[in-house]
């Protein structure tokens, strides 16, 4: 069974611009979950979606968005770079709930000039 | 706020040296417990889990963890390590349905590297 799947694997962009990054989630799993990573805070919770819908949201500006779709693929949306932003983002999927295991994919590495 | 403290930032250790990583967290109500690891260029892959039941658990690649409720701790320990055993550990925390009203996310401690040398 495939993986977790990231694309882009990498991405430069400027302050000021957006960008999308997409998840594609283990066959049947309906549950995908966002996480920043950052040398200093570590690995946060973005937001989790569940059938097309946000379940639960962590501490993050409005400027961090997502959405899912009727495959369950899931893409996260930051407009408004900040340098702050540059980060790898995880995308973790699991069955039904995040309660259980969650599988990771490989990130996608953000650098914002 | 909930959350998970992982007491080492960085630990040097020889190859066949006891490892034992410590993980904290700040919940009192039913938690799921994990320990993640990622090795150098790859992606977070699942060490070990405890839900409920044997509070000692046994993961992949020889390694386990004791959770001990009445510490709020979640130790992970190996009794050899090998040089492959370099990576950065993660611990993290569920708290299902009632981890403050939410649904659940992972919680995760801040990362303990290990470096393991040959």
């Known amino acids: 069974k495939a993986g977790v799947t990231q694309t882009p694997r990498y991405l430069i962009k400027t302050r000021g611009q957006q960008v999308t990054l997409s998840c594609s989630p283990i066959s049947g799993h309906r549950s995908v979950s966002w996480y920043q990573q950052t040398p200093g805070q570590g690995l946060q919770f973005l937001f989790e979606?569940?059938?097309?819908?946000?379940?639960n949201k962590g501490n993050f500006p409005g400027r961090f968005s997502g959405r899912q779709f009727s495959n369950s693929r899931s893409e996260m949306n930051v407009s408004t770079l900040e340098l702050g932003d540059s980060a790898l983002y995880l995308c973790?999927?699991?069955?039904?709930?995040?309660?259980?295991?969650?599988?990771f994919g490989p990130g996608t590495r953000l650098l914002v000039l | 706020a909930q959350s998970v403290s992982q007491h080492n930032h960085h630990v040097i250790l020889s190859e066949a040296a006891s490892l034992e990583l410590g993980c904290n967290y700040s919940y009192g109500g039913t938690v799921n417990l994990f320990w993640y690891v990622q090795y150098p260029g790859q992606h977070l892959q699942l060490l070990l889990k405890y839900f409920s039941g044997d509070p000692l658990v046994k993961g992949i690649k020889g390694f386990e963890a004791e959770f001990i409720k009445s510490k709020f701790s979640f130790n992970l320990r190996k009794p050899s390590v090998q040089w492959s055993d370099t990576a950065e550990y993660f611990c993290?925390?569920?708290?299902?349905?009632?981890?403050?009203?939410?649904?659940?996310?992972?919680?995760f401690g801040k990362g303990t590297k290990l470096s393991v040398k040959p």
């Open positions: 979606y569940f059938s097309e819908t946000q379940r």
């Open positions: 993290a925390v569920n708290g299902g349905m009632n981890y403050g009203g939410s649904q659940g996310n992972l919680i």
């Open positions: 973790a999927s699991s069955i039904t709930n995040p309660e259980e295991t969650q599988y």
